[in-house]
T-cell receptor, first 114, second 111 residues
């Protein structure tokens, strides 16, 4: 089955700790994205990557970092510099090289920092 | 970025009723998607519809790009239709296509 997996589903951390969220896709998509969702809100873009070893900041990149060493993987690190890290994080991918801008989303990771 | 407004913010329907959800956006776009977010948070793709009309079972969508709005129609609603419906748009012409989301319409279908 092709799709996007995110792990873990729930994550709890103490304030001041860095934490890395996993995102893997086997859709052979070139582009990958990280979004953040706060309660009652739409999603906002954190980072995106068009190809391996390249990524760009989105609207709310402060306090986050990413890497794109493999086409199928795009991990997100929430650093201690992120002021309000508690949120629902969703990863997505798309295949613009294949002629489609449609984005597909993973199931998300709920991060709680206390 | 593009501003996306969805209406109504909340909608309560009796099972079997029809509804129309609206999405207005502030600039020209080359990507418009409708999603249904289920109670577990999963975003389910409903339509990829930068222009024109599409239908999928009881759901259909129309985007009038020149007037910067899109409509999602739900007919004969069922309790499983409950959840939050998001409209998202993007402008990018090449490469990654970053989506801007509205704040959603929360639909509750009661039996």
């Amino acid at each position: 089955d092709g799709g996007i997996t995110q792990s873990p589903k729930y994550l709890f951390r103490k304030e001041g700790q860095n934490v890395t969220l996993s995102c893997e896709q086997n859709l052979n998509h070139d582009a990958m994205y990280w979004y953040r969702q706060d309660p009652g809100q739409g999603l906002r873009l954190i980072y995106y990557s068009q190809i391996v070893n390249d990524f760009q900041k989105g609207d709310i990149a402060e306090g986050y970092s990413v890497s794109r060493e493999k086409k199928e993987s795009f991990p997100l690190t929430v650093t201690s510099a992120q002021k309000n890290p508690t949120a629902f994080y969703l990863c997505a991918s798309s295949n613009p090289q294949g002629g489609s801008y449609e984005q597909y989303f993973g199931p998300g990771t709920r991060l709680t920092v206390t | 970025g593009i501003q996306v407004e969805q209406s109504p913010p909340d909608l309560i329907l009796q099972e079997g009723a029809n509804s129309t959800l609206r999405c207005n956006f502030s600039d020209s776009v080359n990507n418009l998607q409708w999603f249904h977010q289920n109670p577990w948070g999963q975003l389910i793709n409903l339509f990829y519809i930068p222009s024109g009309t599409k239908q999928n079972g009881r759901l259909s969508a129309t985007t009038v790009a020149t007037e910067r709005y899109s409509l999602l129609y739900i007919s004969s609603s069922q309790t499983t239709d409950s959840g939050v419906y998001f409209c998202a748009v993007a402008q990018g012409l090449t490469g990654a296509n970053n989506l801007f989301f509205g704040t959603g319409t929360r639909l509750t279908v009661i039996p």
